[in-house]
């Protein structure tokens, strides 16, 4: 897209607002005009700072600019030229080692194919529905995108059942760093309009089927819902990622007239993601514990995993590898197939 905005002589202008409390749609309105490389530099350090929760001292120590020349930007109230400061900002980001490392996720195959549909529904600006079965790591999977795709570029919001139509819109709001005790709902959605429009970014809506729970059938308010979340990508022409169990295909296939508009919005197709790990999958998971590789010399801890898998998913074999672990940690020993079985079996036993 080609950049229409003054070069590097423009100046920001002040919005009035004069600390690190400045919220990402002020601070969006504030850098709206200045180059897009200055756009790009300032809002890796500006949510940088927002996703550690730093102080504005803490951001100046790291990035070597000084606080007050970061508050007067961020605020809109620095009255000189951004190059030299931004060059500084650059040289900073290129030396700063940032551990993104999580030692607890484990990317399977299904990590990557929903991190491979994120990274094209960003790229293409599109709206994408994956739907799957429960426990198979949707959730997991999706927060995890969202914390190496940082620093204001993904956000994300996890739906809750029985939201009035006000309330989706008061908490979506917050999860994108928009709030206000005393914002109208009308406010709060050009607010979060705003936020949703500047850069490249991705919003992630997960258990979307949420919003379809515990209504008449007269009650169309999840419908509304839907339809915000349609004028959020028409207003914003943002990336949109929608997460749900397969209840959400039926609610969409059912209430498609009503949703057309949303339904239609993608260029991407639905999506329905594998009900099952990979034993691939599952043998990364193993390791991951440290257990021996599973051979059919472990009939007993195989059949047991078998069965988690087909009545459970991921989430609950995860549990139990945990839950195993944790015996042979208070056993004081190494971790092996017997300390699975038997805490698997003792767990089964309490509910006999």
Same mark, same amino acid.
């Given at each position: 897209m080609p950049n229409n905005t003054p070069r590097n002589?423009?100046?920001?202008?002040?919005?009035?607002?004069?600390?690190?409390?400045?919220? %990402?749609?002020?601070?969006?309105?504030?850098?709206?005009?200045?180059?897009?490389?200055?756009?790009?530099?300032?809002?890796?350090?500006?949510?940088m700072g927002k996703d550690h929760s730093w102080s504005l001292t803490k951001l100046a120590k790291?990035?070597?600019?000084?606080?007050?020349?970061?508050?007067?930007?961020?605020?809109?109230?620095?009255?000189?030229?951004?190059?030299?400061?931004?060059?500084?900002?650059?040289?900073?980001?290129?030396?700063?080692?940032?551990?993104?490392?999580?030692?607890?996720?484990?990317?399977?195959?299904?990590?990557?194919?929903?991190?491979?549909?994120?990274?094209?529904?960003?790229?293409?600006?599109?709206?994408?529905?994956?739907?799957?079965?429960?426990?198979?790591g949707k959730t997991t999977v999706a927060e995890e995108y969202k914390r190496r795709n940082n620093h204001g570029r993904t956000l994300y919001y996890r739906c809750s059942p029985g939201l009035t139509f006000v309330q989706l819109v008061t908490e979506l709001s917050r999860a994108c760093g928009v709030s206000g005790s005393k914002q109208t709902h009308l406010r709060l959605r050009e607010k979060l309009f705003t936020v949703l429009s500047a850069g490249n970014r991705l919003l992630i809506v997960d258990e979307l089927h949420q919003l379809f729970l515990r209504r008449a059938s007269s009650d169309i308010t999840?419908?509304?819902?839907?339809?915000?979340?349609?004028?959020?990508?028409?207003?914003?022409?943002?990336?949109?990622?929608?997460?749900?169990?397969?209840?959400?295909?039926?609610?969409?296939?059912?209430?498609?007239?009503?949703?057309?508009?949303?339904?239609?919005?993608?260029?991407?197709?639905?999506?329905?993601?594998? %009900?099952? %790990?990979?034993?691939?999958?599952?043998k990364q998971f193993v390791a991951n514990y440290g257990l021996p590789e599973l051979t059919e010399r472990e009939p007993q801890a195989a059949a047991i995993i078998a069965d988690i898998l087909a009545s459970s998913g991921l989430r609950k074999l995860t549990m139990h590898l945990r839950d195993g672990a944790a015996t042979a940690a208070k056993q004081g020993e190494k971790y092996v197939w017997h300390h699975f079985v038997t805490t698997f079996e003792d767990i089964q036993s309490l509910s006999k």
């Open positions: 002589s423009d100046l920001i202008h002040s919005t009035g607002n004069a600390n690190y409390n400045t919220s %990402p749609d002020v601070f969006e309105k504030v850098i709206h005009a200045i180059p897009e490389d200055q756009q790009e530099i300032l809002r890796h350090w500006y949510f790291v990035s070597g600019v000084s606080s007050s020349t970061l508050s007067r930007i961020f605020s809109g109230n620095y009255g000189a030229e951004l190059v030299s400061v931004c060059a500084t900002l650059v040289q900073a980001r290129e030396t700063f080692v940032e551990t993104i490392d999580n030692p607890e996720f484990i990317m399977t195959s299904l990590a990557k194919h929903i991190f491979r549909i994120c990274d094209r529904t960003r790229s293409l600006k599109t709206v994408t529905l994956m739907w799957g079965a429960m426990g198979i999840a419908v509304m819902q839907c339809e915000f979340l349609r004028e959020c990508y028409d207003r914003s022409n943002c990336g949109m990622v929608f997460f749900g169990t397969k209840a959400l295909e039926k609610h969409m296939v059912a209430q498609k007239e009503s949703l057309a508009q949303l339904l239609d919005r993608g260029t991407m197709p639905r999506i329905t993601l594998a %009900p099952k %790990p990979t034993k691939s999958d599952v």
